[in-house]
């Protein structure tokens, strides 16, 4: 493509505008024709969208706080709030999970401004620039490499990071009864940022236990001091520490009734120090001294 002059592409710019001013359609009534079509035809997809979701509305539940189940578009309603309930897990709307994502990534204090402000102000900056970057006219996409390489690259980045972000966004399941089980997802709040299957907890911004199997004497290290954007845990007591260790030891990546592959590590301390510690933390090991009684089972046992 030859290069011209500025003054060669100002006289090549008024030329095509004169032409354009003599021999185009009028901006009323093409333009506004053309916007009144698409309007409508955005509208009657939605009203189409509407009459589908409702349509696929299930019965009226027979308890006014229960839900009303719905299609593929979505319940009717959701149940009535209950703020009794301890162990809720809120999970955000499909388009922050890319936030969420990037805050996984950047979790340490120092870094958190950068996933959360930073890069999302440079993905917006990038397209709003696109149009100043690239000012040839040339429209055959083989010959515009910055705007398809912008263009592209933005969108795919985000939807990696939504898919990303919706696969940590998992639902808490049901926890278990074992000692140290409850203290973990409720007492220290641990489940806000840990997933662990056995606690029925599901945070999506620490690491996930279950694919991190800590043994007993890393959790102790972590627990009491802290890593990362975790903070420290030393003032608790060594009990309670000693106990929510050896639970996260024990059950990390456990199924049913097996505990997990570093279960052994744990086994001078857990479930003894949960019976010390008392309260939550001890779960129901003070009514069997034999073993970690859980959904109808023990620790030794499965051991």
Not at 6 to 19: C, Q, V
Not at 52 to 58: H, N
Not at 114 to 133: C, D, E, H, N, R
Not at 282 to 290: F, I, L, P, R, V
Request: include cysteine; glycine fraction near 12%.
């Amino acid at each position: 493509m030859p290069r011209y002059t500025a003054r060669e592409r100002r006289e090549r710019y008024l030329r095509e505008y004169d032409f354009q001013k003599r021999t185009g359609k009028q901006f009323f009534p093409y333009a506004i024709y053309h916007d009144a079509i698409m309007s409508v035809i955005v509208v009657g997809v939605i009203i189409a969208m509407a009459v589908f979701w409702r349509m696929d509305f299930g019965a009226v539940p027979t308890d006014a706080s229960a839900a009303r189940e719905g299609g593929l578009l979505g319940p009717a309603y959701e149940s009535r709030a209950d703020p009794a309930i301890e162990g809720y897990d809120p999970k955000p709307e499909w388009y922050f999970f890319f936030l969420f994502e990037l805050l996984k990534i950047f979790k340490t204090p120092e870094l958190l401004i950068v996933g959360s402000v930073i890069i999302p102000t440079l993905m917006m900056m990038a397209l709003i620039a696109l149009p100043f970057i690239d000012r040839r006219p040339e429209r055959r996409v083989s010959r515009r490499p910055v705007a398809m390489a912008v263009g592209v690259a933005v969108p795919i980045v985000l939807l990696a990071l939504t898919w990303r972000g919706d696969q940590g966004a998992g639902i808490a399941g049901e926890a278990s009864n074992r000692p140290g089980a409850t203290a973990f997802a409720q007492t220290l709040g641990c489940g806000t940022c840990h997933k662990l299957a056995d606690a029925g907890t599901a945070g999506n911004v620490g690491p996930v236990l279950d694919d991190a199997l800590p043994d007993y004497a890393e959790a102790v290290q972590v627990i009491t001091n802290g890593r990362g954007a975790m903070p420290a845990f030393e003032d608790i007591g060594e009990d309670q520490i000693n106990c929510i260790a050896g639970y996260v030891a024990t059950w990390s990546g456990g199924e049913g009734e097996t505990p997990g592959p570093n279960a052994a590590s744990a086994e001078q301390a857990y479930p003894a120090a949960c019976e010390a510690a008392g309260g939550e933390y001890a779960g129901e090991a003070g009514a069997s001294a034999a073993g970690v009684p859980s959904r109808g089972g023990s620790a030794q046992a499965a051991g």
